[in-house]
């Protein structure tokens, strides 16, 4: 019986379609360690995610379209309908560049460490579930009118939702790419639960009003400077699109699909972001604008969902859609922030690196930073029990902390790139570990820069990485102003402290003791 002898007789009898999955898959996992093995780094974390998994991340960690709804009130209080529209277009087109700037750097280098960087998502993620916590006090004000708010009620709420951020990263870690699919799938089925009825149901508003009212409720002495101030809101909108590259070391084909993962998120999250924009500006047409900046549940789109639908029961379940799309991307902002954690600890540059760097042998994940970024964030979260000003300084901080981090590595970017100072390897096929002749890989050793297969060449790299950095001075420039011109103790910006203090404690650590320990990214074989 020739059919049973083919079963039992030891061959692999796999279909050539079959083969050539697994060699690619091989080639791609070989390409990723001899690329790690090229900055001197072991491959330790499991590669879980691909491109899809990783979209799915970066786009729910950006949340650009809730975010947007949720930081309404930045831009409209400094800029109005019209400046909250062209400061839009202005934050994507100069993200689109600066995550254009870290792609090609993703793409030579696929790992990731520094403190300022390590600060922004510690406050990134702080941020994350303060907002979310307070929208929930919002609703709760909403359905119920009488209900004493108590800043000390946000903390616990924003306490519950760091719970569930630290169960699905631990103990459901290895469902996490999975879920990262099915919640991209949510944020994109949630803009069309929220747009359609809101379209639908609302009055509109003149186009008139939506593209030329500039609104200065701060006070400033011209409306170009008042513009600047509010682009905050727009630029935290687009925060978090470098969480592919802290996940870099559990991506396959990092070099590739996280530069790519990058952009097509940008440019997806910038589509519905502007979409949902000019909608609510539209369905906002009836709603004075003393109205949304002083309603009481903190949260202008609050008042816009209950003008459009003319129910409270309605409004609040299209808020709930934002508020369970924020909980999940605060699940994916503590597993960035980890990984950063981690990874700069890995190269010496923390205290308690010794610990920091450890990776749960089990599950493959650096369980002490995850435990150690959580503590930090609950932390942070009693700040706002004695001050809420104080804690809006933490939410600044993370656009002065990522910005500033991002800046340093694309002006060190186009300096090496206008000068010379990369090279081009012959090809990506042939030679997966693109090393150029003359790279050390053991000690401290200098690593010649070599381009990875994504970048863009020529004079319209220069122009994107120039366009990025020039965007990121902006940014991170008024990133410390106020909202409002006289500035009191409930209205200061504290986020200069803060930037400030942190920036003050890395040179004291560094002089003081890690200057002795750490060389730069450090090489482990």
Not at 3 to 16: A, L, R
Not at 316 to 327: D, E, K, Q, S
């Amino acid at each position: 019986m020739p059919g049973i002898q083919e079963v039992f007789d030891g061959t692999d009898h796999k279909s050539p379609e079959h083969t050539q999955i697994e060699l690619e898959h091989q080639s791609s996992y070989d390409r990723d360690r001899d690329e790690l093995a090229r900055l001197g780094k072991k491959q330790v974390l499991k590669r879980n995610f691909a491109f899809m998994s990783m979209l799915g991340f970066s786009c729910t960690i950006m949340v650009t379209w809730e975010g947007m709804l949720v930081l309404f009130l930045a831009g409209y209080s400094n800029g109005g309908p019209a400046g909250l529209i062209y400061g839009f277009l202005f934050v994507w087109i100069g993200t689109l560049c600066v995550f254009t700037t870290l792609g090609e750097l993703a793409s030579m280098a696929p790992t990731q460490s520094g403190w300022l960087n390590v600060i922004g998502w510690q406050a990134l993620l702080a941020s994350g579930a303060y907002l979310c916590a307070t929208i929930i006090q919002g609703l709760v004000i909403l359905n119920y009118p009488d209900y004493p708010a108590e800043r000390w009620h946000g903390t616990f709420i924003l306490w519950a939702v760091i719970v569930v951020a630290v169960i699905v990263n631990t103990v459901i870690v290895s469902l996490l790419p999975k879920l990262e699919c099915v919640i991209l799938i949510i944020h994109v089925l949630g803009f069309f639960a929220v747009m359609i009825p809101l379209v639908y149901l609302a009055p509109h508003g003149s186009a008139k009003d939506v593209f030329t009212l500039f609104v200065n409720a701060g006070g400033w002495q011209t409306t170009g400077l008042s513009f600047f101030v509010g682009i905050y809101g727009n630029v935290f909108s687009f925060l978090g699109t470098d969480a592919a590259i802290h996940m870099s070391e559990e991506i396959s084909n990092a070099s590739t699909n996280v530069p790519r993962s990058m952009i097509v998120s940008v440019l997806l999250n910038g589509t519905l972001g502007f979409a949902m924009l000019i909608a609510v500006l539209f369905c906002s047409g009836d709603v004075s604008a003393e109205s949304i900046i002083e309603t009481p549940t903190g949260y202008p789109f609050i008042a816009i969902f209950v003008q459009a639908t003319q129910s409270i029961g309605g409004s609040t379940g299209m808020a709930i859609i934002i508020v369970a799309l924020g909980i999940c991307a605060t699940i994916a902002f503590l597993a960035s922030a980890s990984r950063m954690t981690w990874a700069f600890a890995r190269d010496h540059g923390l205290p308690f690196w010794r610990y920091l760097a450890k990776v749960e042998p089990r599950s493959s994940i650096p369980l002490i930073s995850i435990l150690v970024t959580v503590t930090i964030s609950c932390l942070l979260a009693l700040i706002n029990i004695g001050s809420a000003t104080a804690f809006n300084g933490v939410i600044s901080l993370t656009i002065s902390g990522l910005y500033s981090s991002y800046l340093l590595a694309a002006g060190l970017l186009l300096y090496r790139r206008c000068t010379g100072s990369i090279t081009i390897p012959t090809t990506y096929e042939a030679n997966p570990k693109i090393v150029t002749e003359g790279e050390t890989v053991s000690g401290q050793g200098v690593i010649n820069l070599t381009w990875g297969p994504f970048r863009f060449p020529g004079t319209l790299g220069i122009v994107i990485n120039i366009v990025g950095c020039v965007y990121m001075v902006i940014v991170v420039f008024f990133s410390f102003w106020p909202p409002v011109r006289e500035v009191d103790a409930s209205t200061m910006n504290y986020s200069i402290l803060v930037t400030g203090f942190w920036i003050l404690f890395s040179v004291v650590y560094y002089f003081a003791y890690a200057r002795r320990v750490y060389k730069g990214p450090l090489m482990e074989i």
